[in-house]
């Protein structure tokens, strides 16, 4: 079963444009992480913040965990073509499995 | 890329049939996780191995099994298969320890996309 619930499900945004992206959980958490999967590939790893930290940045990449609402964000900065993939939160609450979200589909536009 | 390999990349079989996946860990590192995800949908977590015992397991029957080998390598294998099964499998491993247990970073491979007919 999904952990949450990703807002939006898909973004479609210009070159230069931030784009951000939402994702809500139900149960406490040792850290959430963001990925990115392109066409259905490998997932890649962006970014871990854990339950202790509010605020992560990561070159153009910007995450922010408030577990008081359950909720993260994940915020690119001056986005470009190379961006376009799928987005999924995942969050780590026990013995290291991975709960992912349903994903947000980014696409930037040249 | 990671260092995270896996095979065969496509496969298809039909209903009924049995198959195993594999799994080239990382170098240095000793959990593996499987995941299955559908298509349009999130991971969904499978089970996971640390020094070749399961350490979890999601919401999957009994015919899903995993193997981890002395090298940390590992194989998924599903028996009966169900169209259902058709799915992305996907590993991922990581570098466990006790001063790190549920904060390390998964890395994961390209996936084995299954078909079944």
């Known amino acids: 079963s999904q952990q949450g619930e990703e807002d939006p499900q898909a973004l479609s945004i210009q070159e230069g444009e931030n784009a951000t992206m939402n994702c809500s959980y139900k149960t406490s958490i040792n850290n959430l992480q963001w990925y990115r999967q392109n066409s259905g590939r490998g997932l890649v790893h962006l970014i871990l913040i854990r339950s202790n930290e509010r605020e992560k940045h990561s070159g153009r990449l910007r995450v922010t965990l408030d577990t008081s609402k359950k909720s993260s964000s994940l915020l690119i900065t001056a986005s470009r073509a190379a961006d376009t993939a799928s987005y999924f939160c995942?969050?780590?609450?026990?013995?290291?499995?991975?709960?992912f979200g349903q994903g947000t589909e980014l696409s930037v536009k040249p | 890329e990671t260092g995270v390999t896996q095979s065969p990349t496509h496969l298809i079989k039909t209903r009924g049939q049995q198959v195993t996946l594999r799994c080239s860990s990382q170098?240095?590192?000793?959990?593996v996780s499987w995941y299955q995800q559908a298509l349009g949908q999130g991971p969904q977590f499978i089970f996971q191995y640390y020094r070749e015992e399961e350490n979890g397991r999601g919401n999957f029957p009994p015919r899903f099994s995993g193997l981890q080998f002395p090298n940390y390598s590992s194989e998924l294998n599903v028996n009966a298969l169900e169209l259902d099964d058709s799915a992305l499998y996907l590993c991922?491993?990581?570098?466990?320890?006790?001063?790190?247990?549920?904060?390390?970073?998964?890395?994961f491979g390209p996936g084995t996309r299954l078909l079944v007919l």
């Open positions: 995942a969050t780590v609450s026990q013995g290291g499995k991975l709960i």
């Open positions: 991922a491993s990581s570098r466990t320890s006790g001063a790190t247990w549920g904060h390390e970073t998964q890395y």
């Open positions: 170098s240095g590192h000793n959990t």
